[in-house]
């Protein structure tokens, strides 16, 4: 018996050696695993959800019934009614758009409506129901739309589907880069139609619009609309796997004769006597042509296998993912970071077919550019933290995205504000595309032209727009004839310190000269008689009744003056002189979190994530927290960003404090998790805070992996005690892209109260 045993044993140990080395290998959970791209689904999160690949021109979902800000993408957790499923959506944004091509499969009788009826619920009278509500959405007996339930629902990267309980279908989406893949299942025996409608959008109105079909299986069309972009363009393909026997067009819900429709209210209707059990659409997307749709569509999923377009989907999001590889003490703690992640890789998106095609802002066609065309660049939130990520984790996709923004600037003569879809909005202050290729050129993104590059900084910052020609004459903008005009100003100080950086860099030392001197003119904006950055009128006098608490003075933009005080990443030091020195600097930091509005003026009702003053739920305060290594109290911004990961970004729906604003607020979160953070980007240096990984590992431009590691690490032990870098002590509440880019590890040791020594000395801080 103990010879049976003993051999057992061996063999036993034989097996642990040969065969589970493997099988742990492959047991290794993928990152997509740990997404749930309901986080931020619900309250003013705002982030799509739908199948997509990353930065594809493809976001399709599914569509509720537009009721205003909080259903910008399309799609909010809290409702239960689905209109249909568009091929294109907006991610995290503070205004709607987009929500094209609108598809829903039904049952029974013919319905051209995407409406609702609202009805009182039985009972309630003028008191509200137990679930909070007096009213409640039903489909109208002409809608289309229909109810769902989250238990009949699954999302994950790359793959939707939902169970349309009106009608018994069962939606799946998929994705490639411009197609979007639809299969649904129909119940047997039914009458069932599949309406495109053309006319419903996100905020947007609908005009000259075309469907047509050109044979048994295949439509064409086109929709252009006004909303937030203007006269924005986009063509389609739809290839059925089935016969398209019965096809029928309207033109406000009227039938047309024949095959093919154009107006401003535009529907297709196909319709199934008997549906058959699966019905597929392959929809191809295109900027230039529905020919380049088609094409799109034969070059990406030429097949019908479903399985497979939803495996690669799958890969894709693996591959982008999986550059950034971490440890945790906490389930919960990995999925909050893959889906913001993910998050952070679902905007820009692609721009552009398949051979290269897109149309400019200028509405001309650009053949073989030479790049991939990126657009839907949120550049007011982005520059701060989402845009530093993709230069470390997209390098190549940096190169392109910068040369989409050069080819902006070639068409319309400066660089972009907020460009969507071929139209450049302008929307938000500043144009902070410029710190965006200042940044890309400073730290040597390669693929597109520096000396263009630096051009088109130079004369989009010495341009007349925006109240630029303020600035060339006064040095400041006057705050009586430009709106939003000190939160203008700080922005253009980050732009002009950026470029400064660069102009050094490129020896343009008369550059680098002027561009200092204006990164340095928000001073003249600020009143030491209150420590505030403020509003100067024309004749050089302060504006009147000012209130630091009011985010409704015409002064800023979604912010207030204690949210703005802050704004000079380019020359924290200058700030701090003008508050008084370290001690007096820090005291009016500390103010900011505890500070509270005397007046209901002051009432940050349109902010959100909220510690005082501080707002987290918009962008201006991002950096914030992470200024106390200027002034040598690091363990405080280790104290504030790790209740700000904690408290904002709960592992649930309501999981984005405020609207993602196309990856930056996920964006935040990957960098602070990980320990550090892009405070100046152009500057290249990351400020560092305190993980909340136990480990993260990203890649370099050396091929040696940088990691950062935290000993110790727990809910108590927040604090930093030291660091040693590649084994030798490192006493610096920073580190600098250039080491990063070298490898190695950073072993941060953690402890449950703070050493007031680490990063104190002026020497040691950023």
């Not at 209109?83 to 013919?110: C, K």
């Not at 047309?256 to 297709?268: L, R, S």
């Not at 650009?366 to 939130?381: A, E, K, L, R």
Request: charged share 20%.
């Amino acid at each position: 018996m103990r010879f049976f045993y003993k051999n057992y044993i061996i063999l036993f140990a034989i097996v642990l050696l040969v065969y589970p080395a493997h099988a742990q290998k492959s047991a290794v959970p993928e990152p997509t695993s740990f997404v749930d791209p309901y986080i931020g689904a619900g309250g003013h999160g705002h982030v799509f959800v739908g199948a997509s690949v990353p930065f594809g021109a493809v976001q399709v979902g599914p569509d509720n019934h537009y009721k205003g800000w909080d259903w910008c993408s399309g799609y909010n957790y809290a409702d239960s009614l689905t209109i249909g499923f568009a091929q294109t959506h907006l991610s995290g944004t503070g205004i709607g758009d987009l929500a094209d091509i609108l598809i829903m499969p039904y049952t029974g009788h013919v319905r051209l409506d995407e409406g609702i009826t609202v009805v009182k619920i039985p009972g309630t009278g003028n008191q509200v129901a137990a679930n909070g509500r007096r009213e409640v959405e039903q489909v109208s007996e002409n809608s289309f739309s229909s109810r769902y339930s989250h238990k009949q629902e699954k999302v994950q990267p790359g793959y939707y589907s939902v169970k349309l309980l009106n009608y018994d279908v069962d939606v799946e989406l998929t994705a490639s880069e411009r197609v979007a893949f639809h299969r649904y299942h129909f119940p047997a025996g039914k009458e069932a139609h599949i309406i495109i409608d053309l006319q419903t959008g996100i905020n947007s109105k609908s005009f000259d619009c075309n469907i047509k079909k050109i044979d048994n299986y295949t439509l064409v069309g086109r929709r252009r609309s006004n909303g937030w972009a203007k006269n924005r363009w986009i063509f389609f393909a739809i290839k059925s796997s089935v016969p398209i026997a019965n096809f029928m067009a309207y033109s406000n819900d009227n039938a047309v004769d024949g095959d093919d429709a154009t107006g401003d209210n535009i529907k297709g209707l196909i319709t199934f006597n008997k549906a058959p059990a699966t019905v597929m659409l392959k929809v191809g997307i295109s900027p230039v042509s529905p020919e380049n749709a088609l094409d799109n569509i034969q070059t990406e999923i030429p097949d019908w296998n479903f399985e497979r377009v939803v495996k690669e989907a799958n890969d894709k999001w693996n591959k982008e993912l999986s550059k950034i590889k971490i440890e945790t003490r906490r389930l919960s703690d990995k999925k909050i970071f893959y889906t913001a992640l993910f998050h952070t890789m679902i905007d820009p998106a692609i721009f552009n077919d398949h051979n290269g095609d897109y149309r400019g802002t200028d509405k001309q066609v650009y053949h073989h550019p030479g790049f991939t065309n990126y657009s839907i660049f949120s550049t007011w939130d982005t520059y701060r933290a989402a845009d530093p990520l993709y230069l470390l984790l997209e390098p190549n996709r940096v190169g392109d995205m910068v040369n989409s923004l050069l080819a902006i600037y070639d068409q319309q003569k400066y660089l972009p504000v907020w460009p969507l879809d071929g139209w450049e909005t302008g929307t938000m202050v500043g144009i902070s595309s410029m710190q965006i290729v200042d940044e890309a050129c400073l730290k040597g993104i390669r693929g597109f032209d520096a000396d263009h590059a630096y051009e088109a900084v130079k004369n989009t910052s010495e341009s007349d727009r925006y109240g630029l020609d303020y600035v060339k004459k006064l040095q400041y903008m006057p705050s009586d004839r430009v709106n939003r005009s000190t939160a203008r100003a700080l922005e253009y100080g980050v732009s002009d310190g950026s470029t400064a950086l660069l102009a050094e860099q490129m020896g343009k030392t008369a550059d680098y000269e002027y561009y200092t001197k204006r990164a340095k003119e928000y001073k003249m904006y600020f009143d030491p008689a209150d420590g505030f950055i403020k509003g100067k009128l024309a004749d050089g006098s302060f504006a009147p009744n000012y209130s630091p608490f009011s985010t409704k003075n015409g002064l800023y933009a979604e912010g207030n003056g204690w949210q703005y005080l802050w704004l000079v990443p380019q020359d924290v030091h200058g700030l701090i002189e003008l508050l008084g020195g370290d001690k007096g600097f820090n005291n009016k930091l500390d103010s900011l979190f505890v500070a509270k509005a005397p007046t209901p003026e002051g009432d940050l009702a349109d902010l959100t994530g909220e510690i005082g003053q501080y707002a987290h739920g918009d962008e201006p305060s991002h950096a914030t927290a992470y200024l106390y290594n200027f002034s040598g109290e690091q363990w405080k911004t280790v104290e504030k960003t790790r209740y700000i990961s904690k408290n904002f970004y709960p592992n649930n729906p309501d999981g984005v404090i405020g609207n993602e604003d196309c990856g930056q607020m996920s964006a935040w979160y990957v960098f602070s998790a990980m320990g550090f953070y892009p405070v100046f980007p152009a500057s290249g240096k990351y400020i560092i805070g305190s993980p909340v990984v136990s480990k993260a590992t990203i890649p370099t431009t050396s091929g040696v992996p940088f990691t950062i590691e935290s000993v110790s690490n727990s809910d108590a032990n927040i604090y930093i005690q030291r660091i040693t870098f590649n084994g030798k002590p490192y006493p610096y509440s920073y580190i600098t892209y250039k080491d990063m880019m070298k490898g190695g590890l950073l072993k941060i040791i953690m402890g449950s109260k703070p050493n007031y020594k680490f990063g104190a000395a002026k020497e040691y801080r950023p």
